[in-house]
């Protein structure tokens, strides 16, 4: 399907992608690339936290409800069954990543007297899943469309506010 889309040959496909698993993994990679490319608060310290996490919080909203990471996502679940290892690829190269950038971002932010939390890993899934979860299962599962941009806002804001009502100093 990729080849009839892309055009070229399975061959070229193949000579860089050494399997089903390497591709998707590929695909992953460039969102979460494109998570790091447009929210430079995680690398960026002198940006207000509300600011930072705001930022953080738009690029993860629109990268999970991108239609690479949507159709990503229904692929690694569609095929769970016969190929369990594309889903490990798909966490290990996708939320793994993100849940690590994120920790480091507000250990970072807790050095600084910012924010005040015991689990670094259970307050990076307070946050994420608060962007992600909800809205990307409805728009995998096909029972609503991706959110326009004043939605988006709401739902970043929503979440900020939460986050820093629970972890904020």
Known sequence: MIV????????TL?????????LVAGLIDDIVEGINRNHPAFAVDDVPLREALTRVGRAVLD???????????????????RFPE?????WEHGP???????????????????LRYD???LTA????AAIAG??????????????????????VEAAVDCFLARYGT
């Open 4 to 11: 009839a889309e892309a055009g070229g040959s399975k061959a």
């Open 14 to 22: 193949y000579k860089y992608f050494s399997s089903k698993q390497a």
């Open 63 to 81: 990268a999970v409800v991108s239609d690479n990471a949507v159709d990503t996502l229904r692929l690694a679940l569609g095929e769970y069954n």
């Open 86 to 90: 594309l889903a490990r690829t798909v």
């Open 96 to 114: 793994a990543v993100s849940y690590t950038n994120f920790r480091v971002f507000i250990e970072r932010r807790q050095k600084r007297g910012e």
């Open 119 to 121: 689990d670094a890993q």
């Open 125 to 128: 899934e307070h946050f994420l």
């Open 134 to 155: 909800h809205i990307q299962l409805k728009v995998a599962m096909g029972m609503c469309e991706a959110p326009r941009p004043k939605e988006r806002e709401r739902r």
